[in-house]
Nanobody, 121 residues
Framework: QVQLVESGGGLVQAGGSLRLSCAASGSIFSINVMGWYRQAPGKQRELVASITSGSGRNYADSVKGRFTISRDNAKNTVYLQMNSLKPEDTAVYYC???????????????WGQGTQVTVSS
């Protein structure tokens, strides 16, 4: 069984910064893509940023230049550094791990429970 545990959410003023962390645990052999999604009230869940095992990165246009995703493959951990936060960044942020190969060899996708990020104006 694989679990994703997120941390680092909270309340911050506009212009401030937060750093989210997500650690995957279990009988993990490898993880293809790790990423962050967010869902604001009344809106669909959307991709914020993702990173492959080879460090290829993808960002939503709305966060380019403000957010940075990074990854520690040895620790199966992904980070999201969020700078210059705006009220419209307020949402529940979910960690995702896709193409997780476990021992014995099965491949599945997993999601974290979510962490609230609130940006006040």
């Amino acid at each position: 069984q694989v679990q994703l545990v997120e941390s680092g959410g909270g309340l911050v003023q506009a212009g401030g910064s937060l750093r989210l962390s997500c650690a995957a645990s279990g009988s993990i052999f490898s993880i293809n893509v790790m990423g962050w999604y967010r869902q604001a009230p009344g809106k669909q869940r959307e991709l914020v940023a993702s990173i492959t095992s080879g460090s290829g990165r993808n960002y939503a246009d709305s966060v380019k230049g403000r957010f940075t995703i990074s990854r520690d493959n040895a620790k199966n951990t992904v980070y999201l550094q969020m700078n210059s936060l705006k009220p419209e960044d307020t949402a529940v942020y979910y960690c995702a791990a896709k193409g997780v190969r476990t021992i014995p060899f099965l491949v599945n996708d997993y999601w974290g429970q979510g962490t609230q990020v609130t940006v006040s104006s």
